[in-house]
């Protein structure tokens, strides 16, 4: 029997390394155990992309290595695609879509089964904030500081680096908690060649030219996607659900004296509040199967401003949950602070969620399972009707009447949601 294949598709801002950075922290490594428990031999490839760019181009992609992989290896092939990854992925396998790419995939039937790990299928408010006339520039202005810097930096930027990497050391010295400064500095700049910064560069302009997948991510470019894209009934669709802890006043409090963690708790509270401005008109009810999964694990039915920091909760339901926990958005990659020998990580999103090595064995490890028991039906037909593809067909203009008018009203733009989210972090507790 030939092996089994899985590709790995990064989201937004992904990358499959910078230096020693790694997008997917841990994640080969769960797999890999998960597998070999379940006596299936799987290859992993991770699918290299664009961090910023149009979903049909990084759909493109996933279809090129897709290709690569038909034409060298035989066997099943499976995907897993996180936060945009999964967007990426469903367009990537739609046999209609036109793509950038002279590459072709014609042995749909080899497709066995996506799983989607908080995925934004029904878009996420904040993309509306980073899509609108203050988020754009901010995005666009940032790249090109670094950018310069890099480029152009002789002295303050060799400075800057020593600094960097001074401080770095010196609050690991201090008790610290590992921070994605720590990671980023430990890395990529140790060893800050030549062929070191134009990697960085590449990458950093890659955001800075070309910002379309932002608007792709609203709730308005998801409706348009899931239209365009029907899904294939040849293969079995999964999704991975996650809940944020609800940033709370006091949580500053509590935390660890770390400076860069309580920043980031605040612009962690700051994307959750955005986030939840979620329009429940805009978030298909979830079909009975895929709810008594959500309330089981999350003791009941998830309400329209859940999120895991970034995305609406209900909005990563596609197909069977095969799993739901409570986790942010970059906890499921590996970037919750590990504390594995060898494969210490810090936490990027410090949230609070809880989310630890047992609760990371415990998602992958499902995703794991999903892959293999559809592996081993061999014998059953490859037609098959995929859990609530019905969700799509939802008439919204019906769902609106059901929802009052004030709820319409509420900061509909990107920008009002922004400053209602400000108001409230800014009644958070100050520290010394």
């Given at each position: ?33 998960a597998f070999e428990r379940l006596a299936l031999e799987v290859n992993i490839v991770e699918v ?65 089964t996506l799983v989607t790990v908080s995925t934004p299928h029904f878009g996420t408010p904040l ?306």
């Amino acid at each position: 029997m030939s092996r089994h294949h899985l590709l790995l598709v990064p989201g937004f801002f992904g990358f499959g390394s910078l230096g020693e950075l790694s997008y997917f922290v841990g994640v080969r490594e769960a797999l890999g155990r998960a597998f070999e428990r379940l006596a299936l031999e799987v290859n992993i490839v991770e699918v290299p992309t664009l961090p910023t760019a149009s979903i049909r181009y990084r759909a493109a992609r996933v279809r090129e290595t897709l290709a690569t992989l038909a034409e060298s290896e035989a066997g099943p092939i499976h995907i897993v695609g996180h936060s945009t990854g999964g967007l990426d992925a469903r367009l990537a396998i739609a046999p209609t879509a036109s793509l950038p790419t002279s590459r072709k995939f014609h042995d749909q039937s080899r497709l066995r089964t996506l799983v989607t790990v908080s995925t934004p299928h029904f878009g996420t408010p904040l993309a509306s904030f980073f899509g609108s006339a203050a988020g754009s520039p901010l995005l666009r202005g940032l790249s090109w500081l670094v950018v310069s810097g890099l480029k152009h930096g002789r002295l303050p930027l060799r400075v800057g680096l020593r600094l960097g990497g001074w401080f770095t050391r010196a609050d690991d010295a201090l008790g610290f908690q590992p921070t994605l400064v720590d990671d980023f500095f430990r890395e990529v700049i140790a060893d800050f060649s030549s062929e070191r910064r134009a990697e960085l560069i590449a990458f950093i302009e890659g955001i800075s030219q070309d910002q379309s997948l932002v608007f792709q991510l609203t709730p308005a470019g998801c409706d348009l996607l899931n239209a365009g894209t029907a899904d294939p009934d040849s293969l079995r669709y999964g999704s991975v659900v996650c809940r944020g802890r609800r940033p709370r006043a006091t949580d500053l409090l509590t935390l660890t004296r770390d400076p860069y963690t309580r920043s980031m708790h605040v612009l962690y509270a700051l994307l959750h509040r955005v986030a939840g401005f979620a329009r429940s008109d805009r978030l298909p009810e979830a079909v009975p199967e895929q709810q008594r999964v959500l309330e089981l694990a999350f003791g009941k039915y998830p309400r329209p401003s859940w999120s895991d920091g970034i995305v609406p909760t209900l909005s990563q339901v596609w197909g069977e949950v095969i799993h739901a926990t409570n986790a942010d958005h970059l906890d499921v990659v590996g970037h919750y602070g590990c504390s594995r020998p060898g494969q210490a990580t810090s936490d990027w999103l410090p949230s609070g969620s809880g989310f630890d090595d047992a609760a990371f064995e415990a998602l992958w490890g499902a995703i794991a399972q999903f892959i293999a028991e559809e592996a081993r039906q061999q014998d059953v037909p490859r037609h098959r009707r995929n859990v609530g593809t019905e969700r799509t067909e939802v008439d919204q203009s019906e769902a609106a009447r059901c929802v009052p008018s004030s709820r319409l009203g509420d900061s509909v733009t990107g920008a009002g949601r922004a400053r209602q989210a400000l108001k409230e972090v800014r009644a958070l507790p100050r520290w010394q």
